[in-house]
T-cell receptor
Framework: GAGVSQSPSNKVTEKGKDVELRCDPISGHTALYWYRQRLGQGLEFLIYFQGNSAPDKSGLPSDRFSAERTGESVSTLTIQRTQQEDSAVYLC??????????FGSGTRLTVV | AQRVTQPEKLLSVFKGAPVELKCNYSYSGSPELFWYVQYSRQRLQLLLRHISRESIKGFTADLNKGETSFHLKKPFAQEEDSAMYYCALKRSGYSTLTFGKGTMLLVSP
């Protein structure tokens, strides 16, 4: 596609429910990243996929968070049993090399 | 662990005035530094990277390893420069970026 596509753009969920966030990277981009941005904070790394290598999950804040990616295509970030502190903008980015990310427009998650 | 610090949450200047957005980092290795920008209602996008030594939209940034800084500068600010600016660091051998908390630049007419 023309850019990195994320869906939904906004999601309001009740505390304790599970949510799935989707990221469709630029075709051909082998690397895919998920970041979280809480209000007033910088971007916090969550997880990184590179081709068929094992993902770097070092940024996932708890075992309630998980992500998958099929080959070099779509990725889904799943948050189980959501908590209010999970409220944030979740950003996905993809890249072809190490020298610059292309970001999606993000999913704004609100846990009520 | 590596860290990126942007000491100013908000920087407000008048059109035509010089601008300097500060970025300091802590990292024991040899870093690569980036500036990303987010204009109102737009996506976060790469502005420039130190390895390219380029000037984009009149902005420049020089990596100062002695002072561990990568300040973003522009001699004459324009209203369209108003945006959120993030400094980011890439560690040697890694692909992920560590971001600062960002500085909001407001350029008034």
């Amino acid at each position: 596609g023309a850019g990195v596509s994320q869906s939904p753009s906004n999601k309001v969920t009740e505390k304790g429910k599970d949510v799935e966030l989707r990221c469709d990277p630029i075709s051909g981009h082998t690397a895919l990243y998920w970041y979280r941005q809480r209000l007033g904070q910088g971007l916090e790394f969550l997880i990184y996929f590179q081709g068929n290598s094992a993902p770097d999950k070092s940024g996932l804040p708890s075992d309630r968070f998980s992500a998958e990616r099929t080959g070099e295509s779509v990725s889904t970030l799943t948050i189980q049993r959501t908590q209010q502190e999970d409220s944030a903008v979740y950003l996905c980015a993809s890249s072809l090399d190490d020298y610059g990310y292309t970001f999606g427009s993000g999913t704004r998650l609100t846990v009520v | 662990a590596q860290r990126v610090t942007q000491p100013e949450k908000l920087l407000s200047v008048f059109k035509g005035a010089p601008v300097e957005l500060k970025c300091n980092y802590s990292y024991s290795g040899s870093p690569e530094l980036f500036w990303y920008v987010q204009y109102s209602r737009q996506r976060l996008q790469l502005l420039l990277r130190h390895i390219s030594r380029e000037s984009i939209k009149g902005f420049t940034a020089d990596l100062n390893k002695g002072e561990t800084s990568f300040h973003l500068k522009k001699p004459f600010a324009q209203e369209e420069d108003s945006a959120m600016y993030y400094c980011a660091l890439k560690r040697s051998g890694y692909s992920t970026l560590t971001f600062g908390k960002g500085t909001m630049l407001l350029v008034s007419p």
